[in-house]
């Protein structure tokens, strides 16, 4: 029975997390691995086309859970896991970031006394109201090797006993972001078939159940983006859609709602707008990376170096008057600092997975 290490997938993040992974890996050693995909995200525009766009190795294995409760969803992970590991012998599971199903693959190997490797570790936003609060607490707590994304992220495995386990590796999004860059350049379009152009619209994405599930707050959200003043390019997770409809709210007509881009136009999308406003961490580390400025619709953020370095900006009460004065407030930013490393976490993160399991 062959003997590889179980990378476990299953949304939007992952995918882009684990791209430059598999390309280091590819490149450096004949470590076998296999890719298992939840099938937390499922929709085309949210799953399979990062896997086309970024070349990533198609699963091995797919469970196809779908939407579900966090604990249905998260249990159901670990059932159709358990029969995996009956079935396979892997040497360590590689779980990415602070998804569902991160904790899942956690849990599984936790239990079935198979090492455990987070990758993206020691993040914290101090609010456990936060499911993926929970998910990283968890899944660094199990684990028997952590990459750390920051110093700040090495500080607070080191406040939580984790130390020993511990690696600074630096992000792996900076990786894929690099790399993106120069193929976006070639292979997305973007602009011109939006008829944008740089500097000139907002881009804005939305899916905390804290903005989208609360009909007042989400008011107050779109009545900020539709008086911005320019267009709003609004990137809709499924869960927004559902929400306006089920709310009956309306933007205005400077917001534009589209479907979930691929990760080339979105990268280019990032790139170009005068500002980005999300409630997502992915996006805020990837508006600093690409040296946009952002505006977060959170009360807190687990990437508070994108905070220190004038970068972004939190909107804690989210009203529409504040979000408007944040949009077009000057703060500044200090791009220049690296607190994600050199662009070469993947390489860091294999070199170690080699020396421990090769």
């Known amino acids: 029975m062959e003997k590889s290490l179980l990378f476990v997938v299953g949304a939007r993040p992952n995918f882009i997390k684990i791209a430059p992974i598999c390309?280091?890996?590819?490149?450096?050693?004949?470590?076998?691995?296999?890719?298992?995909?939840?099938?937390?995200?499922?929709?085309?525009?949210?799953?399979?086309?990062?896997?086309?766009?970024?070349?990533?190795?198609?699963?091995?294995?797919?469970?196809?859970?779908?939407?579900?409760?966090?604990?249905?969803q998260t249990g159901q992970m670990m059932i159709e896991m358990e029969k995996l590991c009956d079935d396979h012998a892997f040497i360590g599971i590689v779980v990415i970031g602070d998804v569902n199903s991160t904790l899942a693959g956690a849990m599984v190997g936790a239990k079935r006394n198979i090492p455990v490797i987070h990758i993206e570790s020691g993040l914290r936003s101090y609010n456990?109201?936060?499911?993926?609060?929970?998910?990283?607490?968890?899944?660094?707590?199990?684990?028997?090797?952590?990459f750390a994304p920051t110093q700040l992220a090495m500080q607070n495995l080191q406040k939580e006993g984790l130390a020993e386990r511990s690696f600074f590796s630096g992000d792996v999004m900076y990786d894929m972001i690099l790399q993106g860059l120069e193929l976006a350049s070639t292979r997305s379009d973007?602009?011109?078939?939006?008829?944008?152009?740089?500097?000139?619209?907002?881009?804005?994405?939305?899916?905390?159940?804290?903005?989208?599930?609360?009909?007042?707050?989400?008011?107050?959200?779109?009545?900020?983006?539709?008086?911005?003043?320019?267009?709003?390019?609004?990137?809709?997770?499924?869960?927004?859609?559902?929400?306006?409809?089920?709310?009956?709210?309306?933007?205005?007509?400077?917001?534009?709602?589209?479907?979930?881009?691929?990760?080339?136009?979105?990268?280019?999308?990032?790139?170009?707008?005068?500002?980005?406003?999300?409630?997502?961490?992915?996006?805020?580390?990837?508006?600093?990376?690409?040296?946009?400025?952002?505006?977060?619709?959170?009360?807190?953020?687990?990437?508070?170096e994108?905070?220190?370095?004038?970068?972004?900006?939190?909107?804690?009460?989210?009203?529409?008057?504040?979000?408007l004065e944040a949009a077009f407030e000057n703060t500044s930013p200090a791009f220049d600092q690296r607190p994600y490393g050199n662009g070469n976490a993947s390489e860091i993160i294999v070199e170690k997975l080699i020396q421990d399991y090769l």
């Open 128 to 146: 456990r109201s936060m499911p993926e609060e929970i998910n990283r607490i968890a899944t660094d707590h199990v684990s028997d090797l952590l």
């Open 23 to 72: 390309v280091a890996l590819r490149k450096a050693s004949n470590l076998s691995f296999k890719i298992l995909h939840t099938g937390q995200h499922y929709d085309q525009l949210m799953s399979d086309i990062f896997f086309q766009e970024l070349e990533i190795p198609a699963p091995d294995f797919h469970l196809n859970i779908g939407s579900a409760p966090h604990g249905v």
């Open 306 to 323: 994108t905070v220190e370095t004038r970068a972004n900006i939190l909107v804690k009460d989210r009203t529409a008057a504040s979000i």
């Open 190 to 304: 973007i602009l011109n078939q939006l008829s944008l152009y740089p500097d000139d619209y907002f881009l804005a994405t939305l899916h905390r159940p804290y903005n989208v599930d609360d009909p007042h707050q989400l008011r107050q959200i779109m009545t900020g983006l539709s008086n911005i003043g320019k267009q709003v390019l609004l990137s809709a997770h499924p869960r927004l859609h559902k929400q306006m409809k089920k709310f009956e709210i309306q933007a205005g007509e400077n917001v534009k709602i589209t479907q979930p881009f691929g990760y080339f136009d979105f990268i280019v999308l990032e790139k170009n707008a005068l500002k980005i406003i999300t409630d997502s961490g992915g996006i805020q580390k990837e508006a600093f990376f690409l040296q946009t400025p952002c505006v977060t619709l959170r009360p807190e953020t687990e990437w508070v």
